[in-house]
């Protein structure tokens, strides 16, 4: 039997909605890869607000949608066969849930989840400044198991527009995922100065 490689993109109320939904626009067309969405009330509301977007318009971006308030929906456990989990963006609420092991609704539960079964959970926290409790959920998750990864520029690659620099965070993401792609431009190398 074929299983498709199942990956959770979870977009929680953070700034930068675009990561979440640049990441289900790219996985939609590949091969072999099934994204099973769940978004936060503060993530449809980021959607709405950043980026124009209504529930339908993101969702057809997705394979298969899940309710957040639906704890008992198949990514809340841990039979649910997947490579990975990606929240994107991720805000400092969810990573505080997720760092403490709330499962206070299906994005956290399934994050949790993902952690129990040792399986890969990438974060994409977006916060600046950084107060303690947030570094320290940071190192929580880390220990747990979880990959943070903020979406920071990389000014090295010389990005052209917004789209690149979304689109470096998005291939980064899909890197920590072993999913192929070739979506970003690949540093490759600088010959040592004279
Ligand atoms: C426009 C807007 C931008 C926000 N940006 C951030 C952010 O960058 N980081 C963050 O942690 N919270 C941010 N928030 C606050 C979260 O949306 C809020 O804490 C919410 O309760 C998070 O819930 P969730 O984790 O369930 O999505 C923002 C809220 C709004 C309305």
């Known amino acids: 039997m074929t299983v498709p490689r199942r990956i959770i993109v979870a977009i929680s109320g953070a700034s930068g909605a675009v990561y979440g939904a640049r990441l289900l626009q790219v996985l939609q067309p590949m091969p072999g890869i099934e994204s099973h969405l769940v978004v936060s009330d503060a993530g449809w509301r980021n959607l709405a607000h950043e980026l124009d ?3 339908a318009d993101v969702e057809a971006l997705a394979h298969q949608v899940h309710d957040v308030r639906n704890v008992g929906a198949a990514i809340a456990s841990g039979s649910f066969q997947c490579a990975g989990m990606v929240i994107a963006p991720c805000s400092m609420r969810t ?4 760092a ?5 609704n299906l994005l956290t539960r399934a994050a949790d989840v993902v952690l129990k079964e040792r ?3 990438v974060m994409l926290v977006r916060e600046s400044p950084l107060h303690l409790t947030h570094l320290r ?3 929580a998750v880390t220990e747990m198991g979880a990959i943070v990864c903020p979406p920071l520029p990389a000014f090295y690659l010389r990005p052209q527009s917004v789209g690149d620099i979304v689109d470096y965070s998005v291939a980064r993401a899909l890197d920590l995922l072993d999913v192929p792609h070739d979506l970003a431009p690949r540093w490759e190398g600088l010959a040592l100065a004279p």
């Open 100 to 104: 403490h092991g709330l499962s206070d």
């Open 95 to 98: 990573l505080a849930a997720v």
């Open 53 to 55: 977007m209504q529930r």
């Open 119 to 121: 399986r890969r959970l």
């Open 137 to 139: 959920n940071m190192v």
